[in-house]
């Protein structure tokens, strides 16, 4: 379920449930989690699933037991957009905060939070604009370079395809680990994907059937 990778003097865990835990700073990273997609797009007459948002927390909440946690930062997209902001998605976010109430945690804003608005007050999540500065890394939402610190990113939700023979390939989120700026997978059920490749510069660690391996 864990990959450890030594990225500027560090070991980050890559985690099969999308995430970093980043041991040394007792600290779990997150990008686009994109809680109330669902609501938002229900919001406007799309008829797509309910309970991602339930569903997520509860991957969350597996993650927060399963590590020893001080810091939770989300790196952008908390909150897809207005249409998130419903009553249901808030109410369950809040029971879930209750259950985690000592945990400090950090959002970076995003594109979308931009447009979604910051999480309510009572859920007291701390909001910076990017970048954060954590020892060698930059911690943003935006996959842009830093000039002195290594990046870690999210917003571009990279998947890459494995292709089989004939004409078989499948789709699968990844960590895109780079020389000076690293792509964390989207941590968001019903987020979709771009895809990404590898080459010298940038090593690709897939994720399925609950592991997390890097490519040959």
């Not at 594109?111 to 943003?140: S, Y």
């Not at 610190?149 to 890459?160: D, M, R, S, T």
Request: charged share 20%; proline share 6%.
């Amino acid at each position: 379920m864990v990959c450890k990778v030594l990225l500027e003097g560090e070991w980050l865990w890559l985690l099969a449930d999308k995430a970093v835990y980043w041991p040394a700073r007792r600290c779990l990273l997150i990008a686009d989690a994109h809680f109330g997609k669902a609501s938002a797009y229900r919001s406007l007459g799309q008829p797509v699933p309910q309970g991602t948002t339930t569903a997520n927390l509860a991957r969350l909440d597996r993650l927060l037991s399963a590590y020893a946690c001080e810091q939770l930062i989300f790196l952008g997209d908390f909150l897809h957009g207005p249409g998130s902001q419903a009553s249901g998605t808030l109410n369950a976010m809040r029971a879930w905060r209750e259950r985690n109430a000592a945990l400090e945690m950090t959002l970076i804003r995003g594109n979308h939070d931009k447009r979604a608005g910051d999480p309510p007050a009572d859920l007291r999540i701390d909001v910076v604009t990017e970048p954060l500065l954590m020892g060698p890394f930059a911690l943003q939402h935006e996959p842009h370079a830093h000039p002195v610190h290594h990046v870690l990113a999210g917003h571009v939700h990279p998947v890459y395809r494995l292709r089989g023979k004939g004409r078989q390939s499948l789709r699968l989120p990844c960590f895109q680990i780079g020389g000076r700026i690293s792509l964390l997978p989207a941590f968001g059920a019903f987020t979709g994907g771009h895809g990404v490749e590898q080459d010298n510069d940038r090593r690709i660690y897939v994720i399925g059937d609950h592991e997390v391996w890097p490519l040959g």
